[in-house]
């Protein structure tokens, strides 16, 4: 029930989304190290100079300081300014999509998680606890309490919720034994298994195999297209990003998959 037009939408929290990614990069940055992600301010990680308020403007400031500290003239990687127009034009259309309801903030809160996680998994082939465990938590708090008393679940009923988490936790555990009794390797981490939870608590136990099929799909293209290019045996690829993915998905059109699935199925 949209109470705004589509593109004021779209505008307001595509500014909220570039504000929140500059935050989301001192989160990718800080948290693998165990760092604090509130202080002390940024800083160059080569002169240590303190990043000034006008230097903090979400992609413009990389634009208009060419991409290079003011103190020490080093390169500031590229990856800031793309992490930052990232998370504000999926925030916006994620908004646009949720539409203005009590789905809107956790949606969004949702996709934030998603996209640090991501980053995360990129960089260190680790899925943080700090994220994760909190993330499964919230999950159930807001499908079974927060809104409960609103007379329909937010994303899945509270035993759904429930089931979702065991099953998204489960079911990759499963996967990771089978994996490991079969090559005696182990092919997946734990931070796979509790995103999975995680998601599976905040979209419901038939999420779970929609996006473990995304995930397998999307993963397994990447991986194809990675091999085919010659650089598949040197790659450890991280599953999070398509879990991530897979996620998001389902945030956004989980009727509309799910009929699309089954009408696969049918032929
Ligand atoms: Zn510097």
């Known amino acids: 029930m949209p109470l705004a037009e589509p593109m004021q939408t779209a505008l307001l929290f595509g ?3 570039l504000l929140i990614g500059s935050f989301l990069n001192v989160v990718i940055h800080r948290l693998p190290r165990g760092l604090s992600v509130v202080s002390p301010p940024s800083a160059c990680p080569a002169c240590g100079r303190r990043v000034r308020a006008l230097e903090n403007i979400p992609v413009l400031s990389f634009l208009l300081l060419g991409g290079r500290c003011r103190g020490c003239a080093g390169r500031i990687g590229w990856r800031y300014p793309v992490v930052e127009a990232l998370t504000g034009l999926l925030t916006a259309f994620s908004a646009v999509q949720l539409g203005w309801g009590p789905q809107l903030l956790p949606g969004l809160l949702l996709l934030w998680a998603l996209l640090a996680l991501t980053f995360i998994d990129l960089d260190t082939q680790l899925l943080p606890d700090a994220i994760t465990k ?3 938590l919230l999950g159930v708090l807001l499908n079974t309490g927060v809104w409960y008393g609103m007379g329909q679940p937010l994303f899945a009923s509270p035993l759904s919720s429930l089931l979702g988490l065991l099953l998204g936790y489960g079911s990759l555990w499963l996967l990771a034994m089978a994996y490991l009794k079969l090559t005696g390797k182990h092919g ?12 599976g608590a905040w979209l419901g136990w038939s999420a779970v195999p929609m996006i473990l099929f995304i995930a397998a ?7 194809i297209a990675l091999l085919a290019a010659g650089r598949g045996r040197h790659y450890a690829i991280p599953f999070g990003p398509y879990l991530a993915l897979g996620g998001w998905l389902m945030l956004l059109w989980p009727q509309q998959i799910i009929h699309g699935y089954f009408s696969l199925l049918g032929g």
């Open 217 to 223: 799909l999307t993963g397994g293209l990447v991986g």
């Open 134 to 136: 909190p993330g499964m």
């Open 15 to 17: 500014i909220l989304g």
């Open 188 to 199: 997946m981490g734990f931070g796979d298994l509790k995103l999975l939870g995680m998601l």
